[in-house]
């Protein structure tokens, strides 16, 4: 509650998740970005199941676009 009100107060609203949830997608979605592995941050996140880690691991659509392939035959 208290990083939910924290949230609150300094007007940051507009997210899917709340409070402490929203600060462990953050480090998760950040440390994947730098090039973590999801059993990295899993371990830092203390879960025991990578299932769990890649609900708080978020993958950056942009960084997906880089690595995908054209269409063939063109934009359509």
Same mark, same amino acid.
């Given at each position: 509650?208290?990083?939910? !009100?924290? *949230? =609150?107060?300094?007007?940051?609203?507009?997210?899917?998740?709340? /409070?402490?949830?929203?600060?462990?997608?953050?480090?998760?979605?950040? *440390? *994947?970005? %730098? /090039?973590?592995?999801?059993?990295?941050?899993? !371990?830092?996140? @203390?879960?025991? %199941?990578?299932? %769990?880690? @890649?609900?708080?691991?978020?993958?950056?659509? =942009?960084?997906?676009? =880089?690595? %995908? *392939?054209?269409?063939? /035959? /063109?934009? !359509?």
């Amino acid at each position: 509650m208290i990083a939910k !009100q924290a *949230l =609150e107060r300094a007007g940051i609203d507009g997210y899917a998740h709340h /409070g402490a949830h929203l600060f462990r997608h953050s480090l998760a979605t950040d *440390l *994947l970005r %730098s /090039g973590a592995s999801f059993a990295e941050i899993g !371990q830092l996140l @203390r879960y025991r %199941s990578l299932d %769990s880690t @890649r609900i708080y691991a978020k993958l950056d659509i =942009e960084k997906l676009r =880089e690595l %995908s *392939l054209p269409w063939p /035959g /063109g934009v !359509q």
